[in-house]
């Protein structure tokens, strides 16, 4: 409820309540929601792109030295080709490897429980994608390698081993079971994933696990584990001041869903900077 640009409350399923600050945090599932209270109040929205790529599986002790220090390492590599960003993302050591359904495709992910462990670590390793004008619609172009991704896969993700990968050829069960990396999902296709991706995002791919490989050797080597696609949506971001206010006095934003965090630390942080701010006027 806004009225002259102040907040004045919310309407839920189960009433309206008045309050002179309202934080809007529901999630990625709640994007296009806030998206269209932003577009309705005349608050501004930009586009943050999104990141397409694969999820990297290696066994525990190409990654042991580092995760045993820090559990979830964040890398950002420029490519030389194309001079766009890489970086690796929710690293799951002892980890496996999981499906993400959407509608029209599927795509992996990675998880790790805390009483039973793998012999293998994994993380996502991402291209990001940012279209400009006159084309800016990045969740249609995500999609869209979603569903030929899935196509080539029949339904189910692709696993390549990262040699085969530059060796132009595909993976099959028997290359796979050559390597001694057991791989944690099996429900997959073995195949080409240069079939799938761009060729602009497989040639960064390749040439950052290669540039990784020099901070943590072994991770490019040819019976690494590739499996595709793996794709991160990320909100179009709602435009806000340092305290995450909108531009409607008392109305703040956090997390996910008006894009102004991409993870679960992030999403955390810009749900105290709101409170802080709020406790501070008080
Ligand atoms: C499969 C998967 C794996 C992930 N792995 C990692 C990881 O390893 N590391 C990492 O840092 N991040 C990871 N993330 C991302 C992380 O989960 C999110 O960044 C984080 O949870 C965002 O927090 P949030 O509070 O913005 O949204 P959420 O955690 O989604 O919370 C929003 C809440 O609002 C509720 N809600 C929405 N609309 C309404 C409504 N109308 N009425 C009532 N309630 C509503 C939702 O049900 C939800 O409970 C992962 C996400 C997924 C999906």
């Not at 577009?39 to 030295?65: A, F, P, T, Y």
């Not at 670590?121 to 619609?137: G, H, Q, R, Y």
């Not at 172009?141 to 080539?152: D, N, R, V, W």
């Amino acid at each position: 409820i806004e009225q002259e640009g102040q907040v004045r409350g919310v309407i839920t399923d189960k009433g309206e309540y008045k309050a002179p600050n309202v934080i809007l945090a529901p999630g990625r599932i709640g994007a296009n929601w806030v998206a269209s209270v932003a577009q309705k109040h005349g608050i501004n929205l930009s586009q943050r792109g999104i990141e397409v790529g694969i999820r990297v599986e290696v066994h525990n002790d190409i990654m042991d030295d580092l995760c045993n220090v820090i559990y979830d390492p964040t890398f950002f590599i420029q490519t030389n080709t194309y001079d766009d960003q890489t970086r690796t993302f929710c690293t799951n050591q002892g980890g496996f490897i999981s499906l993400e359904n959407y509608k029209d495709f599927v795509c992996v992910n990675g998880h790790a429980y805390s009483g039973k462990k793998s012999s293998n670590t994994n993380f996502a390793f991402l291209s990001k994608v940012i279209l400009t004008e006159p084309v800016t619609d990045n969740q249609a172009y995500g999609e869209s390698i979603g569903q030929l991704a899935t196509i080539i896969g029949g339904g189910k993700p692709i696993l390549q081993r990262f040699g085969d990968l530059k060796r132009g050829r595909r993976s099959t069960w028997n290359r796979i079971h050559k390597g001694y990396i057991e791989p944690t999902m099996t429900n997959v296709v073995c195949g080409d994933i240069a079939m799938a991706l761009p060729e602009r995002i497989l040639t960064n791919l390749i040439e950052g696990l290669e540039t990784l490989n020099c901070v943590v050797p072994g991770v490019s080597n040819d019976e690494t584990l590739l499996y595709a696609p793996e794709i991160k949506f990320f909100a179009t971001q709602v435009e806000t001041n340092n305290y995450l206010e909108t531009s409607i006095k008392g109305m703040y934003v956090a997390g996910d869903g008006p894009g102004v965090a991409g993870n679960i630390v992030s999403a955390a942080a810009t749900g105290l900077i709101p409170a802080k701010r709020i406790i501070e006027l008080q």
